[in-house]
């Protein structure tokens, strides 16, 4: 059974992080298990394509006979970040410019980690 207050925890700690903005859980078939997404965005929309956009990648890099590290979105007013949170979910986040990408990324899966032993 997945442990929410646990998770919860660990978001907030993900937001801690200087120049993260919101921070999502998001079942690897596109349901919103925790977290908030960014202001004014269709919840159920944003969730569902995250998980295609990861999904998408693990695929095409599977192909490839590799495997992904994250999927990272340059946007024009910031970034955002996606990795896996294990078998069952990811952990999508939104992010200013100042933070590099790599070093998010990293910190994240770390993050991921810890939420995929709570699900």
Do not use: C, W
């Not at 859980?25 to 960014?38: D, F, K, T, W, Y």
């Not at 590290?69 to 939104?94: D, I, P, W, Y």
Request: glycine share 6%; aromatic share 4%.
């Amino acid at each position: 059974m997945p442990e929410y207050l646990a998770i919860d925890k660990i978001l907030d700690e993900v937001r801690s992080i200087p120049s993260v903005y919101e921070a999502t859980v998001v079942s690897r078939s596109g349901m919103h298990i925790a977290g908030e997404s960014p202001r004014g965005v269709h919840l159920e929309t944003y969730v569902a394509m995250s998980a295609i956009l990861l999904g998408a990648a693990e695929t095409a890099t599977a192909e490839m006979k590799d495997k992904l590290q994250h999927v990272s979105v340059e946007l024009s007013r910031g970034k955002m970040v996606l990795t896996s949170a294990g078998n069952r979910a990811l952990l999508v986040v939104t992010a200013s410019h100042e933070v590099q990408t790599a070093e998010l990324a990293e910190k994240l899966k770390a993050f991921g980690e810890q939420i995929a032993k709570n699900l």
